[in-house]
């Protein structure tokens, strides 16, 4: 199974596990679902070690004009997910 796959693969497992176990709203299992798909293809695109590449997405959001909220939303959606 290559990296993608398996990073596309965990991301659906989570999803499901916030649905049947955490019964998270629809609304909010789509809103972790973008986060994730979006910061895993940051992570395509920028190789670097995974602590250095969580800060770079993280800067890189910043510089993208993105609101605290937004920002603070993915950044929850991650630390939920690791």
């Known amino acids: 199974m290559t990296g993608v796959r398996a990073t596309e693969e965990a991301i659906a497992n989570f999803l499901d596990y916030l649905e049947f176990e955490r019964h998270l709203s629809l609304n ?41 909220s937004t920002r603070a939303r993915r950044l929850s959606a991650l630390k939920t997910f690791y």
């Open 28 to 68: 909010t299992r789509l809103s972790y679902g973008r986060d994730l798909a979006d910061y895993a293809r940051y992570c395509r695109e920028h190789q670097a070690a995974p602590r250095e590449q969580l800060l770079q997405y993280l800067d890189a959001m910043k510089r993208a004009g993105l609101s605290a």
